[in-house]
């Protein structure tokens, strides 16, 4: 590789490590976002669960208790509208980061192809290999934390349609 | 009244001495004129039983002169023959009464004669016989003879037989036991009945009994009778005297009846005592028998009914008051069930008003339980009705008044629990009364949050116990509605009180949500509008101070910059903070005024060397004027613009990309440097960053705070170094609490920080020079 494919290659490597930059930084964002919407999740499902036993326990014949159990899940039904909206919101961003991704890394590997792989150079920024695979085993990670995540909210979700279910 | 003695009318006193003269005297001629004026013959014996003396009417009888007598040759012819008993009896010198003989007469007829022996003693001896005769033809016809005495006897009632001088001259078993349990000797208790009375003295009893014997004997009256007091040490006993005229053959006149009636005056007693209680009391009493003839009827009773109880005693009960078939059925079936009946009904008076009764009926049985007849008690509650029918009509009227209200209302017991909800209440609460009735009021109440939180028990003013004459007022409470959700409620509670005492609360209330959204929202504008005024002063009176946190350089630790921070000072001296008046300032257009001023500050600070941060709104990055206003202010003030740090949030970036930029591009042109503040908090991509020359990003408190515990905080502050140095910036962390962050920003590479930890936000005239500064 001459002197001026290296300064070439470099032209291109640096805007595509600037834009995983961002995509890596979008992504960090969108999983605190996700870990803030597991823990509220969490949270409401703890309520839930504790709502369903007072429910077995309260007198529900008794008007007034029945109001109160209903208000604490009107209450509950609140707080997951807004935890499924904005687990809907960042799953959308989700899936563009995927995308986006997705994209960046057709990239990175199409520029990766030649074979010799471009010398490191001292002091420049975004040019690094193994600091990309160590990004790419990052976003791996991160990938399979959102899936475990996933099949966790969509079991809590069977659960709590199967508690409306009975309710009902 | 002095109680008569009590053998007064039977005869003398026991101690007394006895009318009747006895022949105790041997004077001849004194005995001789008394024992003449005795109606019996007289004939007196010596121990020989030769005659020594008779009187007038026994010569009468038997036909002997006195010449025979005093020739001692007349020997006593009378001896009981033909009655062995009786001549054994005079054999031994007794006693014997009413014994029969017959004798000859001289002139050859035969009289059966009624003669008593009579010993004569002295010293214990025998010592002659005192006989009485009595012709038995006339005996015939006078009680104590015979059948008539024996009939006599059989009389329970004491009994004697008067002749017309009032002398008894006959008594029965039962007046001559009487005299002897009183005291008297068997035969001195025939005295004179009259003489008895009369000995009585004023006595009313013993005057009305002689007048009332008088009137017998005198043929006015038929018959005479006295209930009269007879009292002893011991006991209270009545008697009653009776006396009828006797027209027969023989002496007698007056038979006299005395009758022990004390036990049936108790038992009159007792029912007039009874009768005298019914009667004082304000309850009709009717006793009716078996026939529903009237057989009682107090005074009560004349008074509900208006009949007096001699018009209706011993007569049908008054048509009047019979009740109506159906209710006459009932009392009938109650009482033929169960034996009473008790209700209240209403019935027609003897005036023809009709007057409500509360009637108790029970059967009436004898000692066998047989029904003898239905006594009743009945007890006039007009008064009652009357007052129930207001009371009614109160409430009747109270309610409508409560179900026309606007408002909603509510009455809890004293024990908290509801016991009426008017139909606006039910409307707003979404319950209806019967579902709420008897319920907690705080199972309708919710927290001080308004979020439905259940408040802790006794927490709410309506939980707490109802106080007399305390009036409860929230003008800020929450309510629940049957679907679980809240609305904001003005209530009042107000005690239930009554002439008892305090009965509960009336909680009245109205659904002030939009009242309230209004008010809130008018309250907010009137605030915003004084702080514009505030803000306007604040300018003019140049009351504006900056306040200045370092930034240290994490490789050197030493202070690189300061950040500039506006506070608003008070007249009164208070400083206030920009969350106060920066919104405001921003809404109002305001904010630009400030950001100049910021601006002068800021310049003027770093002609003198300092090296500072200052924040320009989005509205001023959007404003050409603002950036014209920067150059002049560097240029006036001759300050060096590379120590001058603009920032911009990335929301004002994010609302004006375009405009952003030019003064991105205007600042660097100038010579300062520009920051993105809040740096990844504003939910977009990042791209603007290729475009926009930018040089610091202000890494958000909202990754630093955490940045120790939360792995996802971690993740973004190492992706945000990560990025700066893709793009060739530098970067600030902000929020910096405690070492541990510091040391972790370090590791991950952040150039910059600020925070708590490193130092707090103080007046700016503690120091410009920040390169002489080292942080704690």
């Given at each position: 590789m001459t002197a001026e494919d290296r300064q070439g290659h470099q032209d291109d490597q640096n805007p595509l490590d600037r834009e995983q930059a961002l995509a890596d930084l979008d992504q960090s964002i969108a999983d605190r976002e996700q870990a803030i919407v597991d823990q509220d999740q969490a949270g409401l499902d703890h309520d839930e669960d504790a709502l369903a036993l007072d429910r077995t326990v309260?007198?529900?014949?008794?008007p007034p208790t029945a109001a109160r159990l209903k208000r604490r899940q009107r209450q509950l039904d609140q707080r997951q509208a807004r935890v499924d909206a904005h687990q809907e919101q960042i799953g959308l961003a989700q899936d563009g980061g995927d995308d986006r991704q997705a994209v960046l890394d057709e990239q990175q590997r199409s520029l990766s192809e030649p074979v010799v792989p471009p010398p490191p150079v001292a002091g420049?920024?975004?040019?690094d290999p193994a600091g990309h695979a160590r990004a790419v085993a990052q976003r791996a990670r991160n990938a399979r934390e959102r899936a475990d995540a996933a099949a966790r909210r969509a079991e809590a979700a069977e659960r709590r349609a199967a508690a409306v279910q009975d309710r009902e | 009244m002095k109680s008569p003695d009590p053998t007064s009318f039977f005869g003398p006193p026991a101690t007394g001495p006895s009318p009747r003269p006895h022949?105790?005297?041997?004077e001849p001629e004194l005995l001789a004129s008394v024992l003449d004026v005795l109606d019996d013959g007289v004939l007196v014996l010596d121990?020989?039983?030769?005659?020594v003396q008779a009187n007038a009417e026994a010569s009468s009888l038997l036909g002997i002169g006195p010449e025979a007598i005093a020739a001692g040759?007349?020997?006593?012819?009378?001896?009981?023959?033909?009655?062995e008993a009786a001549a054994s009896r005079l054999r031994t010198r007794e006693a014997i009464r009413d014994v029969a003989v017959e004798i000859d007469l001289a002139d050859g007829t035969r009289r059966t004669l009624g003669v008593d022996y009579l010993p004569l003693r002295r010293n214990g001896m025998h010592n002659g016989l005192v006989l009485t005769l009595r012709d038995a033809s006339k005996d015939?016809?006078?009680?104590?003879?015979?059948s008539l005495q024996a009939t006599l006897d059989a009389f329970p009632v004491h009994v004697a037989v008067l002749d017309a001088m009032g002398d008894i001259i006959a008594t029965n078993h039962a007046w001559d036991a009487f005299a002897a349990a009183n005291g008297a000797e068997p035969f001195s208790c025939r005295g004179n009945y009259f003489a008895a009375c009369e000995a009585a003295g004023e006595d009313s009893h013993a005057l009305h009994a002689r007048a009332g014997l008088d009137a017998v004997m005198d043929g006015e009256l038929d018959q005479f009778t006295l209930e009269y007091p007879c009292h002893g040490p011991d006991a209270e006993r009545w008697f009653v005297l009776r006396a009828a005229r006797y027209d027969g053959?023989?002496?007698?006149c007056l038979v006299v009846a005395h009758d022990d009636v004390t036990e049936s005056h108790h038992h009159a007693d007792q029912l007039r005592i009874q009768a005298a209680l019914l009667d004082d009391i304000d309850v009709g009493v009717v006793t009716t028998d078996l026939a529903q003839m009237v057989t009682y009827w107090n005074r009560g009773a004349e008074s509900i009914y208006g009949w007096t109880r001699e018009e209706v005693?011993?007569?049908?009960?008054?048509?009047?008051l019979v009740p109506a078939g159906g209710l006459l059925q009932r009392i009938t079936d109650g009482l033929d069930a169960v034996g009473h009946w008790e209700g209240e009904i209403d019935v027609v008076r003897r005036d023809g008003t009709t007057v409500p009764v509360e009637l108790r009926s029970r059967v009436t049985v004898d000692a066998d339980g047989l029904a003898t007849g239905v006594i009743s008690a009945s007890v006039d509650v007009s008064e009652r009705v009357a007052s129930q029918r207001a009371l009614e009509e109160s409430r009747d009227q109270a309610r409508a008044v409560a179900d026309s209200m606007g408002q909603g209302l509510v009455t809890v017991d004293v024990d908290g629990c509801i016991s009426y909800v008017n139909p606006t209440g039910e409307a707003l609460l979404g319950w209806s009364q019967e579902a709420l009735?008897?319920?907690?009021?705080t199972d309708i109440t919710a927290g001080?949050?308004?979020?439905?939180t259940d408040p802790a028990p006794g927490a709410h003013a309506l939980s707490s116990p109802v106080r007399k004459g305390v009036t409860v007022r929230d003008d800020d409470a929450t309510f629940v509605r049957q679907d679980g959700s809240t609305f904001a409620v003005s209530y009042t509670a107000a005690p239930f009180e009554t002439a008892t005492g305090v009965q509960g609360r009336v909680v009245l209330f109205e659904d002030v949500s939009e009242r309230k959204a209004y008010e809130d929202n008018l309250r907010r504008d009137v605030e915003k509008l004084a702080w514009i005024g505030r803000v306007q002063a604040a300018l003019a009176e140049d009351r504006f101070v900056l306040y200045a946190q370092p930034i240290i350089d994490?490789?050197?630790?030493?202070?690189v910059q300061r950040e500039l921070l506006l506070r608003m000072l008070e007249p009164d001296g208070r400083i206030v903070g920009p969350g106060n008046f920066l919104p405001v300032a921003e809404k109002y257009g305001l904010i630009g005024d400030i950001d100049r001023w910021v601006i002068e500050q800021a310049t003027a600070i770093a002609a003198t060397g300092g090296r500072v941060e200052l924040n320009v709104s989005a509205q001023s990055v959007g404003d050409p004027a603002i950036l014209e206003h920067i150059e002049r202010c560097v240029r006036t003030s001759g300050?060096?613009?590379?120590?001058i740090v603009f920032e911009i949030t990335e929301t004002a970036l994010l609302e004006d990309e375009a405009a952003a930029r030019v003064f991105a591009e205007r600042i660097h042109a100038l010579g300062s440097r520009l920051a993105l503040d809040d740096?990844?908090?504003?939910?977009?991509?990042?791209?603007?960053l290729k475009h926009l020359p930018v040089d610091f990003l202000k890494i958000d408190i909202e990754f630093v705070r955490d940045l120790a515990t939360n792995r996802a905080s971690h993740h973004v502050v190492e992706a945000v170094v990560a990025l700066s140095k893709a793009f060739g910036l530098q970067t600030i962390a902000e929020g910096v609490e405690d070492a541990a962050t510091l040391e972790l920003l370090v590791d991950l590479g952040v150039d910059f920080a600020q925070g708590y930890h490193i130092a707090r936000p103080g007046p700016l005239?503690?120091?410009?020079?920040?390169?002489e500064s080292r942080a704690a």
């Open positions: 309260a007198e529900t014949d008794h420049e920024t975004g040019s | 022949p105790s005297s041997t121990r020989h039983d030769c005659l040759a007349w020997r006593l012819p009378l001896a009981p023959a033909e009655d015939a016809g006078t009680p104590g003879h015979g053959p023989g002496p007698a005693v011993g007569r049908p009960v008054p048509q009047a009735h008897g319920c907690p009021i001080p949050d308004g979020q439905g994490l490789r050197t630790r030493e202070v300050a060096d613009p590379s120590l740096f990844g908090t504003g939910y977009g991509t990042f791209t603007y005239e503690a120091g410009l020079h920040t390169h």
